[in-house]
Structure formats: C-alpha cells, structure tokens
C-alpha cells in the first residue's frame, strides 16, 4: 500500500483538477458537496471521517472547507479501505506522519500493517479460488444432468 509520507505527496495528485474557493494564502479549498464529487462519497461519509478525526476541515460558519491535506488525507483512507484496513489503522497511520521528519517510524509501521494484510488477502484470494473451483464444477454437473433429461430436438 503506498501510504508514502502520507498527506503531503498524495495531495499533489488533486492539486490540478480541484475545484473550490482560494482562501487567503492561497489555499485551494473545496466544499463537502466537491469533495463528494471529487471522490465518490457520500456526505454522511464526510461527516463520519469527520467525526472519527480523520479528517478536519477549515469552518466558515457552518460550511465546511477541505485543504489540500483534507483531499490527500481522504485519498489514503479510501485507499486504506480498498485494500482492507480497519479505519482505527488508517487513522494511526496517516497520524504518524511528520512533515518536519523522517518518517521512519510511519514507513515502518505502514510496511508491517501492509505485510500483514497482505497476508490476510492472500488467504481470501485462495479461499475465493477453492470456491469458485467448486462453484465451477457443481454447475459443469448441473449443465450434464440437465442436457441428459432433455429431449434432442428434431430437425424438420
């Protein structure tokens, strides 16, 4: 999984084709309603983040406003969902990240979360194979059974 320096690098790939108000400094911020769009979420999944502290965005009254961060940070946890991460883990991962530092401790902490879910994924890719193999064969029977029942039709 490339959870790589977490918020920071992930957030260029957005940087282009985001769309919302420029605040002061020069910040690029998108609404909920763009973020949703940008991602495919729901707003209840916005909000949801947002209360699990993933996710903080800048307040205007009662609009919310999503930075650069915001986009990048939303980015790793779908990533981190697609692949099988508990959100506590994203969260834990992303949280470590350090834009002063190394990063050395999050590396290494996403490399042995990423190696152990590999692990788990490997399993289900054989149990899903062993299923479908299964799966397979019963409907091959099937398939013989009923062709032997019907009549072969006549030609004329």
């Known amino acids: 999984m490339k959870l790589v320096?977490?918020?920071?690098?992930a957030a260029n790939a957005f940087e282009n084709g985001s769309t919302g108000a420029s605040a002061e400094h020069g910040?690029?911020?998108?609404?909920?309603?763009d973020m949703a769009k940008m991602f495919g979420v729901t707003l209840r999944t916005l909000r949801f983040y947002e209360d699990k502290g993933l996710l903080n965005p800048k307040?205007?009254?009662?609009?919310?406003?999503y930075t650069r961060r915001d986009r990048a940070r939303l980015r790793l946890i779908l990533l981190g969902r697609k692949v099988g991460f508990t959100l506590r883990d994203v969260k834990?991962?992303?949280?470590?990240?350090?834009?002063?530092?190394?990063?050395?401790k999050q590396?290494?902490?996403?490399?042995?979360k990423s190696e152990k879910q590999m692990g788990r994924l490997l399993k289900q890719r054989e149990a899903l194979d062993e299923a479908i193999d299964d799966l397979t064969k019963a409907?091959?029977?099937?398939?013989?059974?009923?062709?032997?029942?019907?009549?072969v039709a006549a030609n004329g």
């Open 5 to 9: 320096l977490a918020a920071d690098t």
């Open 27 to 33: 910040e690029d911020l998108a609404r909920i309603g």
């Open 59 to 65: 307040r205007e009254g009662t609009t919310r406003l």
């Open 92 to 104: 834990h991962m992303i949280d470590l990240y350090d834009p002063k530092g190394p990063n050395t």
């Open 107 to 112: 590396l290494k902490v996403v490399l042995d």
């Open 139 to 151: 409907m091959d029977v099937a398939r013989k059974a009923l062709a032997s029942r019907q009549p």
